[in-house]
């Protein structure tokens, strides 16, 4: 009798047992179909198992590829548009550019004639300007008179020659090709005529036969006096003291035009000189080539 109990017990146990193995096997199909199920799902949705991230680029390829057309399309109507603009705009600036600039040519080119009639005196190169010529009254007025008078026929040409108007070396040499220093200034610049060293009151002397054209004065020359020689030659004496001519008269070769001044602010370290300066057809040349 306790062995039947026994028997029926363990029998309910194995029953037990393999009902709950059947449960168990029944739940594991259950979830790997459900993972199955769901991988299918997703590889559906992809459209290639395993490669989401490739799609998604072909994707967008695909969605790149037909706009491509359609911005060359635009940029070519739209090219032509931009090139005609600037055309149509920049025509009427260059004739405003045109009307503006003429006023401003007619204009430079009225001035250096405003200035020459302004300025007569003012020869290109020179140390001399026109507002520069204060008329001098000579203390011998009659004396400049009479000599006016006289005959002004002038000579002067090319072959000609002129002296020394004062015994002296040569401490500035003319230079209107190159620059050459002057001690005073401490810089270099052209020299349009020579500076001759001398003695203050010394007699400077006409170098050659010529009328006065004008007498002057200005800060760096000091008292200057202006000669018309004939044959489009002039002659400029510079750094004068006590002025003996009048404007008009004739002086001849070795007449007293005035004598050595104190040396202007320019050439306080050259010492006391004595300027000469020589122009043929408002040009200045060297009167080197001409002193004798």
Same mark, same amino acid.
């Given at each position: 009798m306790k062995k039947n109990?026994?028997?029926g017990w363990l029998q309910n146990k194995t029953v037990l047992a393999a009902l709950l193995m059947v449960l168990l096997a029944g739940t594991a199909v259950a979830g790997i179909t459900a993972t199955r199920r769901s991988r299918s799902d997703k590889e559906a949705e992809d459209g290639q198992s395993g490669y989401a991230f490739e799609t998604q680029?072909?994707?967008?390829?695909?969605?790149?590829?037909p706009t491509q057309p359609e911005t060359e399309k635009e940029t070519e109507t739209q #090219?032509?548009?931009?090139?005609?603009?600037?055309?149509?705009?920049? #025509?009427?600036t260059r004739k405003n550019e045109e009307k503006t600039t003429q006023p401003d040519r007619a204009t430079a080119q009225r001035d250096p004639e405003e200035e020459a009639a302004a300025e007569p005196e003012n020869e290109a190169g020179t140390l001399v300007d026109a507002g520069d010529a204060v008329v001098y009254t000579p203390e011998d007025e009659e004396a400049g008179a009479e000599a006016g008078a006289e005959g002004t026929?002038?000579?002067?040409?090319?072959?000609?020659? =002129?002296?020394?108007?004062?015994?002296? %070396?040569? =401490?500035?040499?003319y230079s209107m090709d190159g620059t050459i220093y002057f001690p005073t200034l401490k810089q270099y610049k052209c020299n349009p005529g020579i500076l001759i060293q001398s003695e203050v009151g010394l007699p400077v002397e006409a170098a050659v036969r010529g009328m006065?054209?004008?007498?002057?004065? %200005?800060?760096?020359?000091? %008292?200057?006096?202006?000669?018309?020689?004939?044959?489009?030659?002039?002659?400029?004496?510079?750094?004068?003291a006590d002025?003996?001519?009048?404007?008009?008269?004739?002086?001849?070769?070795?007449?007293?035009?005035?004598y050595v001044a104190e040396p202007t602010k320019y050439y306080v370290v050259e010492g006391p000189n004595m300027y000469l300066e020589l122009r043929h057809e408002g040009k200045p040349v060297d009167p080197l080539d001409y002193i004798r």
């Open positions: 109990r026994f028997t680029q072909a994707d967008q390829e695909q969605l790149a590829v #090219a032509p548009r931009e090139t005609k603009a600037p055309a149509a705009t920049e #025509a009427p026929a002038l000579m002067f040409q090319e072959g000609s020659h =002129i002296t020394w108007p004062v015994e002296g %070396n040569v =401490i500035l040499d006065v054209t004008a007498i002057g004065s %200005n800060e760096e020359l000091g %008292n200057f006096v202006m000669m018309d020689l004939g044959g489009d030659y002039t002659v400029l004496y510079g750094q004068l002025v003996t001519v009048a404007i008009d008269q004739v002086v001849e070769a070795g007449e007293v035009l005035g």
